[in-house]
T-cell receptor, first 115, second 111 residues
Framework: GAGVSQSPSNKVTEKGKDVELRCDPI?????LYWYRQSLGQGLEFLIY????????KSGLPSDRFSAERTGGSVSTLTIQRTQQEDSAVYLC?????????????FGEGSWLTVV | GENVEQHPSTLSVQEGDSAVIKCTYS??????FPWYKQELGKRPQLIID?????GEKKDQRIAVTLNKTAKHFSLHITETQPEDSAVYFC??????????FGAGTTVTVRA
């Protein structure tokens, strides 16, 4: 079936504006992750959703960042009052969450540029 | 939390030679160690993974080794080809949850 789908693929926004990034995970995958990748850097964990459990928000860098997942499927990452240091690729990933063998699949990412 | 270090940050090899990337991790409870390949402008894609109950795993030209005592694991690519040029990331996690990634290794295969 289809892979992890993210939108928009590219977003240029002015400093101080809010942005929303959307992720549509692979159908049937109960686990969903958001990672951030700054230019030339590794992948920084932001937030994790698993089924109906409370999300793990331990990676969110500030209270300007929030995420929700509606109906256990689509997720939205919101960045309020964007700053230039928020410029990065925001990668969503999903996995089926079995007790073993959980391959994590990434989307193509949303490239955010704050000017 | 888990801390993963990856070396080298860049690696240039002659086509046909081998490439080795090494990672260390800090949390002895981690039991899942995947490797991802990311081509320029593309998504990271899983190329191989290993779990803590085995010491080595091979898939054609790539292999991964794990030393749990020393808390390090390595990726080996043999007979490198130009299409192996990419950024490679190692990662570690407990029970496949919340992968902690290394900083990445940019591999360039010279023709």
């Amino acid at each position: 079936g289809a892979g992890v789908s993210q939108s928009p693929s590219n977003k240029v926004t002015e400093k101080g504006k809010d942005v929303e990034l959307r992720c549509d995970p692979i159908s049937g995958h109960t686990a969903l992750y958001w990672y951030r990748q700054s230019l030339g850097q590794g992948l920084e964990f932001l937030i994790y959703f698993q089924g109906n459990s409370a999300p793990d928000k331990s990676g969110l860098p500030s209270d300007r960042f929030s995420a929700e997942r509606t109906g256990g499927s689509v997720s939205t990452l919101t960045i309020q009052r964007t700053q230039q240091e928020d410029s990065a690729v925001y990668l969503c990933a999903s996995s089926p969450y079995r007790t073993a063998g959980n391959t994590i699949y990434f989307g193509e990412g949303s490239w955010l540029t704050v000017v | 939390g888990e801390n993963v270090e990856q070396h080298p940050s860049t690696l240039s090899v002659q086509e046909g030679d081998s490439a080795v990337i090494k990672c260390t991790y800090s949390d002895s409870a981690s039991n899942y160690f995947p490797w991802y390949k990311q081509e320029l402008g593309k998504r990271p894609q899983l190329i191989i993974d290993i779990r803590s109950n085995v010491g080595e795993k091979k898939d054609q030209r790539i292999a991964v080794t794990l030393n749990k005592t020393a808390k390090h694991f390595s990726l080996h690519i043999t007979e490198t080809q130009p299409e192996d040029s990419a950024v490679y990331f190692c990662a570690a996690s407990l029970n496949d949850y919340k992968l902690s990634f290394g900083a990445g290794t940019t591999v360039t295969v010279r023709a």
